[in-house]
Structure formats: C-alpha cells, structure tokens
C-alpha cells in the first residue's frame, strides 16, 4: 500500500474504528470496557454511557460506519476522485449539501458547523452565487475533515508548491469554518502530513509542522511533543478532551508522535476519550502513511491498518476504488 493511499484509508478507518465509544469522557469507565475486549470497532451502545459524562450521539450506526467527521472526509474523497483530484469549490458545496441539507442521505448526527453551514447554503438560489465562506465562526476538530484527501491527492513528488496546497486546504476548510484558529489548525495538520508523504519521519514531520503553527498553538503542541512516552489519558487530562482545536491537535501530535504505528495510535486516541472521533482522521492519516514509509524501507509485518480493521469498515469497495483514483498519479 502507498503511503497516498494509506493516508485515506488511514482516517477512514481510525474514524470508523473510534465511533463506538466517541464522546465517552469518563477515563474509568473506558478503562473497564478495555478490560472486556478490543475498544475498536464497538457496537455503538447507550449503556457505555449511562452514569458518566459522555453524549451517546450515534443512534441507529452500527460497527464499521462513519460518524459525520468521516463522512465529510468521505466526501471530499469522492469529489476529488470525480473531479481528477481538482478541488471544486462551488461544486463540492452542492455536494456536500446534497449530503448534509435537507433530504440528503446523511443519516445522524451533525455538529454546530454542520448545521450552520446548512442554514447558509440554503440561502443561496443556485450553486453559482455560494460565496468562498460559508462556515460558522467555529474553532473545533471538524475543521480538519477534508485534509486527508487533499494532501494525499497530490501525487509524489507534485509540481504545486506548498503555498498551493495550503490555499486549496484553506478553500475547503472555509466552507464549515471561518475561524482563524481553524485556518491555523489546518495549515499546521497539512503541512505534517505533506510531510510525511514526502518521506519525513513523523517526528520530524510533527515538529516541521508545529513551527507552522500560530501563538495559541504553538507551546501547546511544543509541550504536546515534549512528553517522553505515550500516555493518551494523561495527555488528555492536561489539554482536554473535547472538541476545541487547541485541545484536540496537541492531542493527537502527542499520540501520533509516541505511538509505535497506526494499530497503537488508534487505540490510544480512544482510551483518550471525549472527541475521539474527530482526533482521529488526522491521526490515521498520519500514523498509517508514516507506517507505509517505513514499511517500504523495512520488513515490519505489524506496521500499517490490520486487515481485520480495514474490512470492517462499510463501503470499503468504493471507499478504495476512489481513493485509488485519486492516489495513482
């Protein structure tokens, strides 16, 4: 597997991986259910919330579907792959209220930006006027959701400089997002994963990123990456586990930059607790395109998505001939 394409598949995974137990916040109680079995792919259950702090927000899902994080990542892979990896802007804004709108096949829950944005699009006439910003004044983890698609279409070695790139992510995130810490967010996630689809090793890749970072992010994701060994629980302790991005990326840098690959990122992001979900499309990204990197380097048969983990998720059929699409340059 490329590193492109295990990119996609990566947050894809991870998020449809994490669903079962996003937004539990009770550290306890998720360390019980570690003790009965895998935390992955869970049967999303309202009794893993009863009596502790968390929001059961996936009625009616079941094992191996996407909550609305991957969903929207989902479909930015399926616009990229329609448009030959060109990012559309007004036309992916019909696709994605086409899925998020009024009557669209979106099933679930969806998140204040999601709702916002919604409302916004809906006030245009056609798909000709939408304006370049429609998002909501918000500074939380979904702002993240297009990158894996967007940096991974962009093949080895690609013409389009790094300004270029960064431009076409602060395009997409501007349709759910008008925040600046959303824009700073996503230039810092981007640039780590460009890097490490360019052969940077993640740590490296993480702290190359970090230097991108504004002055709220900046120490935290600093400190983020100065914690010597993986501890998911007491990182989220000291920078939180809810939705905002000045907790969730430290997080997840933390996490992505201590893990030993892909399978223990992912199952360390859940015992996190809290926004799990939304961690996690960045964090596969990152941790199985790093583990496709090193896998071409060296003969390591544990690195990269389990199989078990990749056939759980549903729709994988088109999931990778769209990813393959957009990745085979």
């Known amino acids: 597997m490329t590193p492109h394409l295990a990119a996609i598949l990566g947050a894809l ?11 539990l916040y009770d550290a306890e109680r998720l360390k019980t259910l570690q003790q009965r079995g ?103 983890l979904p702002a993240l959701e297009c990158i894996p698609a967007i940096v991974a279409s962009q093949p080895a070695g690609h013409a389009r400089s790094r300004d270029e790139l960064l431009k076409t992510v602060q395009q997409a995130v501007a349709i759910t997002h008008d925040h600046p810490q959303a824009r700073d967010a996503a230039n810092v996630a981007a640039i780590a994963l460009d890097e490490v689809l360019a052969g940077i090793p993640l740590p490296q890749a993480l702290a190359r990123a970090v230097q991108a970072a504004g002055e709220i992010l900046q120490p935290l994701l600093t400190e983020a990456l100065a914690l010597p060994v993986l501890d998911a ?67 390591s048969p544990g690195l990269g998505i389990p199989l078990a983990w990749l056939s759980q998720l549903n729709r994988i059929a088109d999931i990778v001939n ?3 699409c957009i990745t085979a340059a």
């Open 13 to 23: 995974t991870a998020d449809a991986a994490t669903l079962g137990l996003h937004w």
């Open 38 to 140: 895998p935390l992955v792919f869970r049967e999303p259950d309202p009794a893993n919330y009863q009596g502790v702090m968390g929001y059961f927000a996936h009625v009616g899902k079941r094992v191996g579907d996407l909550s609305f994080y991957g969903e929207s990542c989902r479909l930015m892979l399926a616009h990229l792959a329609k448009t030959g990896g060109n990012f559309e802007r007004q036309a992916f804004q019909q696709e994605w209220l086409a899925a998020f709108g009024p009557g669209g096949h979106w099933v679930g829950y969806a998140d204040h930006p999601t709702r916002l944005t919604v409302v916004r699009l809906l006030g245009y006439a056609k798909p000709q006027d939408y304006p370049a910003i429609t998002g909501a004044d918000d500074d939380q």
């Open 233 to 299: 629980p007491a990182a989220a302790a000291r920078f939180g586990m809810p939705c905002h991005l000045h907790q969730g990326l430290p997080l997840l840098f933390h996490i992505a930059h201590r893990a030993s690959g892909f399978r223990e990122a992912v199952e360390a992001n859940i015992l996190a607790g809290g926004d799990s979900c939304g961690r996690s499309l960045m964090l596969g990204a990152l941790t199985a395109a790093h583990d496709a990197v090193r896998a071409q380097k060296e003969h």
């Open 322 to 324: 769209q990813a393959e």
